[in-house]
Nanobody
Framework: VQLVESGGGSVQTGGSLRLSCVGSGFTFSTYAMAWFRQVPGQVREGVAAVDSDGSATYADSVKDRFTISRDNAKDTLYLDMNSLKPADTAMYYC?????????????????WGQGTQVTVSS
């Protein structure tokens, strides 16, 4: 099983980025997928999740700024991030679990990517 993230980078406040995560080695379309982020020394935080049926959930801190989506034909998960703030600076990880239970608890996820860094400067 592999999850490979891409699309991170450095942007200024108010900028946008699109993260992608390609999955392989499992039946991507049947898994709930999520994005988490982590700052060194802090707990990994759930950002957004999308169930196998496409229904999405967001952390309050990113609601109305971030959009999670999936393309099952391409085994790819996306996170469109707009109106970025310095507080969004973190390593972003994608994760997969067979059922969308407790979407923001990292221990519920079976598979993880290696992460992609997002840095937002003021």
């Amino acid at each position: 099983v592999q999850l490979v993230e891409s699309g991170g980078g450095s942007v200024q406040t108010g900028g946008s980025l699109r993260l992608s995560c390609v999955g392989s080695g499992f039946t991507f379309s049947t898994y709930a997928m999520a994005w988490f982020r982590q700052v060194p020394g802090q707990v990994r935080e759930g950002v957004a999740a999308v169930d196998s049926d496409g229904s999405a959930t967001y952390a309050d801190s990113v609601k109305d700024r971030f959009t999670i989506s999936r393309d099952n034909a391409k085994d790819t998960l996306y996170l469109d991030m707009n109106s970025l703030k310095p507080a969004d600076t973190a390593m972003y990880y994608c994760a997969a679990q067979p059922l969308c239970r407790y979407w923001d608890r990292s221990e519920m996820y079976n598979y993880w990517g290696q992460g992609t860094q997002v840095t937002v400067s003021s």
